[in-house]
């Protein structure tokens, strides 16, 4: 059974910080490709960070210098640190993980930043 959990969202003035964490099943966590991604409202979803195995990233342009994703292999666990926040930052971020030509989803959490 593929699992994938977000907790840490939230409301935060813009400017501040957040840090999401997403805990995965080891069938989808170990060895593979982990990435975060969000949905604004109204906007289709779109791909934020990702991270290898070995911990090699990539970003979004919007993002870069501002979220940092990064992953405890020994507890499944992926991080999305998001510090400088912007309204239009404002989104459900979704946990993403891909196995067996599929892609697994977490069931979302939401970041609302005000202005």
């Known amino acids: 059974q593929v699992q994938l959990v977000e907790s840490g969202g939230g409301l935060v003035q813009a400017g501040g910080s957040l840090r999401l964490s997403c805990a995965a099943s080891?069938?989808?966590?170990?060895?593979?490709?982990m990435a975060w991604y969000r949905q604004p409202p109204g906007k289709q979803r779109e791909l934020v960070a990702t991270?290898?195995?070995?911990?090699?990233?990539n970003y979004v342009d919007s993002v870069k210098g501002r979220f940092t994703i990064s992953r405890d292999n020994a507890r499944n666990l992926v991080y999305l640190q998001m510090n400088s926040l912007k309204p239009e930052d404002t989104a459900v971020y979704y946990c993403?993980?891909?196995?067996?030509?599929?892609?697994?989803w977490g069931q979302g959490t939401q970041v609302t930043v005000s202005s």
């Open positions: 993403n993980g891909g196995r067996w030509g599929r892609d697994f």
């Open positions: 080891t069938n989808i966590f170990s060895n593979r490709v």
């Open positions: 991270i290898t195995d070995t911990g090699s990233t």
